[in-house]
């Protein structure tokens, strides 16, 4: 019997390592040497690649790992980064004007060092999804005209699942997930997908903390209703038009509008005029004519895509050949270029949208899971006055009222500790708090995974 138990233990060990050897060898071949421009003396590591997410529909969605720099430890956290839309890139947004180590120079041809990047704190995960979007792809074109939001999160729960069989040095690492947009839907789904599948299991690979989103889509008729009154009090629409928003939308799904609805939405995007809705304080770019790309679709004025004089960077570099094969990027050779977002197909076809992410935090923060919640206090897309409705909406405890944080002596915004939920605001910042403010940014990110409270001085 002793030597059955023996020989079972042997074989549950070999094939241990077996598996930590194939992960490292596939883990391995995902290196990435050396990117086109990159600048020198780069001390982390990075990976790039697919991992398969359902093998029957040849569905795979592209990575971009960036490790953490040797002064954050070696246990620093895991952090899986993702972008909104629905539809964008998190490696055209996240990772190379955000929270990235490298920006990409107006050339379009050499990168520079993002002096407040989040690998100086974590390990970064950029993921493309759903299939579709960025270098992500599927050899069944029917996957990209029925994404939503549950196919999503199974999808990504997926990923991470065979993700960690390649990095298995990441399993039972501490385990965050931030985002922003309408990654406001994707960041909470995702992390009650992973506390549902841990439930019962004392030491879970997935090590499951918490999560952060920013500028997110919470609640539609918060959303709503916080949005209009933005509008409204910094005197982009008219009286009327503000109320007849409020009349024809707040009880209306933002997935599918009614006719009303979405004519009374149109005239406030007229009145607005050309402005940057995602910075108030950011000239708008001209390159490309009017920021406005039209209302039609679904989330409205969420349909508007970022500055394309900021992306525009973006979409030239990563559709380079070398860039590409310095990724193990588009190895099936996708017949579509490489967008920064694909409104045309993943964000017009979305097939379920639910319209509140508030049961999925009042499950979360009963059980435990830290949350903070951020937001750039110019935005115009998603405002903080939607952000405040929505947070109101759970009627959580107060532990600490709203306060003035501080950055090096001066105002860097705005907190309030919840029972569960922490709440921030960066002054001055828009829809993407780390492009407009990424010091500020870097600061907030090390606050929560120490779950600090913001600094009063």
């Not at 790992?65 to 620093?76: D, F, K, S």
């Not at 922003?180 to 839907?185: I, L």
């Not at 409104?343 to 017009?348: K, N, P």
Request: proline letters at 7%; glycine letters at 8%; charged letters at 15%.
């Amino acid at each position: 019997m002793a030597m059955a138990r023996a020989l079972v233990l042997l074989l549950a060990a070999s094939a241990a390592a077996a598996a930590v050897a194939t992960g490292t060898a596939d883990q391995e071949s995902d290196r990435i040497r050396e990117l086109p421009g990159q600048p020198p003396n780069v001390e982390f590591s990075q990976y790039s690649g697919y991992v398969t997410v359902n093998p029957a529909r040849g569905r795979a969605l592209f990575y971009w790992l960036v490790e953490a720099v040797p002064a954050a430890g070696p246990i620093a956290p895991l952090v899986l980064w993702l972008n909104g839309g629905p539809g964008c890139s998190s490696v055209g947004y996240g990772a190379s004007e955000e929270v990235g180590p490298f920006r990409i120079r107006p050339d379009c041809q050499t990168l520079y060092r993002n002096s407040n990047s989040w690998n100086k704190a974590a390990n970064l995960l950029f993921l493309e999804s759903p299939a579709g979007v960025g270098f992500s792809y599927s050899n069944s074109s029917l996957d990209l005209y029925t994404a939503g939001d549950a196919k999503t999160a199974l999808d990504s729960y997926a990923f991470l699942v065979n993700w960690l069989e390649r990095f298995p040095q990441y399993k039972y690492r501490e385990f965050y997930i931030a985002g922003e947009s309408y990654a406001g839907h994707y960041v909470p789904q995702l992390a009650q997908l992973i506390y549902e599948k841990n439930k019962g299991i004392q030491n879970p690979t997935i090590n499951f903390k918490g999560f952060m989103v920013g500028n997110a889509v919470i609640d539609d008729y918060h959303d709503y209703l916080g949005t209009f009154e933005f509008w409204w009090t910094h005197g982009l629409i008219s009286d009327k038009t503000y109320h007849d928003l409020k009349a024809t939308c707040l009880l209306e799904s933002s997935q599918h509008p009614s006719p009303d609805c979405l004519k009374n939405l149109n005239l406030a995007s007229a009145e607005e005029g050309n402005i940057d809705p995602y910075s108030l304080n950011t000239k708008p770019c001209n390159d490309t004519g009017s920021l406005k790309l039209g209302l039609g679709g679904r989330y409205p004025w969420l349909s508007r895509a970022y500055d394309p004089c900021t992306e525009r960077y973006a979409s030239i570099y990563y559709n380079r050949p070398e860039v590409q094969k310095a990724l193990h990027a588009n190895t099936t050779r996708i017949h579509y270029p490489w967008q920064t977002c694909r409104y045309d197909i993943v964000g017009t076809y979305w097939a379920d949208s639910p319209r509140s992410m508030l049961p999925i935090y009042q499950e979360l923060i009963a059980a435990g899971i830290k949350i903070w919640v951020f937001s750039g206090d110019t935005d115009a897309v998603v405002p903080v006055t939607a952000t405040r409705y929505s947070i109101d909406a759970l009627k959580l405890p107060t532990l600490v009222n709203w306060y003035p944080w501080y950055d090096h002596g001066k105002v860097g915004g705005w907190s309030q500790v919840y029972k569960g939920l922490t709440l921030v605001t960066v002054a001055g910042a828009g829809h993407e708090v780390p492009l407009h403010r990424p010091r500020q940014a870097l600061i907030m990110f090390r606050h929560f995974l120490q779950n600090k409270p913001m600094p009063t001085q």
